[in-house]
């Protein structure tokens, strides 16, 4: 069952979403890591992955020409974090989010990722916001910001405030994270006033995919780092004060104790891709998001693959001759781990581009070849 965290005490929440068949073990509730100062209902409606956003109209409304900070490949680092050190590099890269929506507000972080403003944080946490404003660290009065560009669907969302000079965070190099690495959980937890919270873990497992609310994301980092409601969009870092993630997701087990300290993080293999993309909306070039039009479950036995409940009529599904009850095992040959699994590998791919579906179809395996289209607006 997936759904946002609990409202402020006596605030009915809008109902969660429909449970997915979990068949093995306990069902597990993966919950983003906003604050919420007053519930709305409505906070979770999914805005159309790719399209530039209209929510607020500020200056500066434009993407920053600035490269991204990456480190560059090294050799072997010292992987022991020292805290006290990280913390310092790193504070002042780090904000404080502040969302209006209607009836109340939201809380997270961002991690500034240019000098001259330009601030990463979740989708979810600036969706449906009227006015958005960040505080520094050391800053008692909070800046106004645009929102630039947003892609609910891999839950980034690029941020701009005025101003120039500011520390930009460095992003770790993509390949250098590495399974028991030390990683430190930075933001502002339950919207406390004033420094970050900071909190150590490891890696635990790489490219884990789940689903939240409005979004499928893969190639996720995840920590038993703890994260709490107000961390989402807050950066993981490694030793050298590097980021390696944007926190996210916090999984909890319905029996409460099965899921400690189960924690994910966007990687910055994914989230430097997306950068460039979110830019390149500012600028006009909307990124157009691939469609197959199929309703899926995950196997009842917890096998591989996922089971096409119903096909749309007038979609690459439909035209491809995609059945209902059949059982999608891979695309272009990668194995799809269940329904959020296949969602992500879709949404992976361009409208156009022509992919190979691994299926099972009464017993008998099979390809199906499907050109993809462009998700439409409803």
């Known amino acids: 069952m ?13 109902p969660p979403a429909p449970p997915a068949h979990r068949p093995k073990g306990r069902a597990v509730v993966l919950v983003v890591v906003i604050g919420i100062v007053a519930w709305v209902a409505g906070l979770a409606g999914a805005l159309l992955g790719g399209e530039v956003s209209d929510w607020l109209d500020k200056p500066p409304s434009r993407s920053s020409d600035e490269p991204i900070n990456v480190a560059a490949p090294r050799g072997e680092i010292e992987q022991r974090v020292d805290v006290g050190e990280v913390v310092k590099y790193i504070t002042p890269s780090v904000v404080t989010i502040s969302a209006d929506v209607e009836g109340g507000q939201s809380l997270g972080t961002g991690v500034i990722i240019s000098s001259d403003g330009e601030i990463l944080t979740n989708a979810h946490v600036v969706q449906d916001a009227t006015a958005v ?7 008692s009065e909070p800046r106004d910001v645009t929102v630039l560009a947003a892609d609910p669907g891999n839950d ?16 770790a190099d993509p390949t250098s994270i590495r399974l028991g690495d030390e990683v430190v959980a930075i933001g502002f937890a339950l919207g406390l006033d004033g420094e970050p919270s900071v909190t150590l873990g490891i890696v635990s497992a790489l490219n884990r995919t789940i689903g939240t609310e409005g979004a499928f994301l893969d190639g996720l980092i995840q920590t038993d780092a703890a994260i709490s409601s107000g961390n989402s969009g807050g950066p993981l870092v490694n030793a050298a004060g590097e980021v390696v993630g944007i926190n996210t997701a916090v999984a909890r ?3 409460v104790t099965a899921a400690t300290n189960v924690s ?9 891709p997306i950068i460039e993309i979110l830019r390149s909306q500012v600028e006009g070039d909307a990124r157009d998001q691939a469609y197959l039009g199929v309703e899926l479950d995950d196997r009842r036995d917890g096998g591989q693959g996922a089971v096409v409940v119903s096909v749309q009529e007038g979609t690459p599904a439909a035209e491809f001759g995609l059945e209902a009850g059949d059982l999608i095992l891979a695309v272009d040959g990668a194995a799809t781990d269940g329904s959020t699994g296949l969602i992500a590998a879709i949404r992976d791919l361009a409208p156009g581009d022509l992919t190979t579906l691994t299926v099972v179809r009464n017993g008998d395996e099979l390809t199906i070849d499907v050109e993809l289209t462009v998700r439409p607006d409803s």
Not at 2 to 14: H, K, M
Not at 264 to 272: K, N, P, R, V
């Open 133 to 139: 404003r960040v505080r520094l660290a050391g800053e």
């Open 2 to 14: 997936t759904t946002l965290p609990p409202p402020a005490p006596g605030i009915t929440p809008a």
């Open 156 to 171: 980034l969302a690029l941020l701009r405030m005025s101003g120039d000079g500011f520390e930009a965070a460095t992003f």
């Open 264 to 272: 994910f993080a966007i990687s910055a293999a994914e989230a430097l």
């Open 253 to 255: 087990d319905t029996a």
